[in-house]
């Protein structure tokens, strides 16, 4: 996970708001709904607000997260049009291990109306989390824990694959440039703050996980 710092909302999002019975799929809301995923991909800088996979700003690209969920007994439907509410967040679906079974589901399709009070724009809920190199997302909160592990999924078997995979890909690239073994304590800051702000670009998919990886590769070259 990453902190997801909310901006304003897109124009049309705001002018659509004014109109009478303004509601989230009423009429009219079709015309928004463009602008609002591309303001959500752009705002969490093309990845997704939970597991921090790649997201595009199309219906097949991604899914927009109500944190506060729409229905059910937590629901909050004068949430729906609230941008603090909305998350940009990835489809949520993982093929099983093996390839057997069903599709698995993590993030938004994991938690539909369910309620979890972890939430990516608290930055204090962000700095409780942690990693492990295998690629268990860990929160030094236990009910965020649970939330993590039970309800948003984001440490199921194909996902913990990814953020590996994701890790040997970064791995090889710095052989590739540079002796990692003699790798500058400066090249690791650069590389650090450029996965974790690239200045306007999208981000390398679980770049959360990358950079709890090179903060300690950092640690150990100074």
């Given at each position: 996970m990453i902190p997801v710092r909310k901006g304003p909302p897109p124009p049309a999002l705001t002018t659509y708001r004014l109109t009478r019975d303004a509601r989230y799929d009423g009429a009219g809301f079709n015309?928004?709904?463009?602008?609002?995923?591309?303001?959500?991909?752009?705002?969490?800088?093309?990845?997704?607000?939970?597991?921090?996979?790649r997201t595009e700003a199309t219906e097949a690209g991604?899914?927009?997260?109500?944190?506060?969920?729409?229905?059910?007994?937590?629901?909050?439907?004068?949430?729906?049009?609230?941008?603090?509410?909305?998350?940009?967040?990835?489809?949520?679906?993982?093929?099983?291990?093996?390839g057997r079974g069903a599709k698995m589901l993590h993030c938004d399709s994991a938690k539909g109306e369910d309620s979890v009070s972890i939430n990516p724009t608290n930055p204090s809920h962000m700095a409780a989390i942690e990693y492990e190199r295998g690629g268990r997302v860990t929160s030094s909160r236990?009910?965020?824990?649970?939330?993590?592990?039970?309800?948003?999924?984001?440490?199921?078997?194909?996902?913990?694959?990814?953020?590996?995979?994701?890790?040997?890909?970064?791995?090889?690239?710095?052989?590739?440039?540079y002796d990692v073994r003699a790798f500058p304590a400066a090249k690791f800051e650069k590389l650090l703050a450029q996965t974790r702000d690239p200045a306007g670009q999208t981000m390398r998919p679980f770049a959360g996980f990358l950079c709890w990886w090179l903060e300690r590769a950092l640690r150990k070259a100074v």
């Open positions: 015309s928004v709904k463009p602008s609002r995923r591309e303001a959500l991909v752009a705002e969490q800088r093309g990845v997704c607000c939970y597991c921090t996979d991604m899914k927009v997260e109500h944190h506060t969920p729409q229905h059910g007994p937590h629901g909050g439907r004068d949430r729906d049009l609230d941008w603090s509410n909305l998350l940009g967040a990835c489809r949520g679906e993982a093929p099983p291990p093996r236990p009910e965020h824990q649970a939330e993590i592990d039970h309800t948003l999924r984001l440490n199921i078997e194909p996902l913990l694959d990814r953020r590996k995979d994701a890790l040997v890909d970064l791995e090889k690239e710095l052989r590739q440039r």
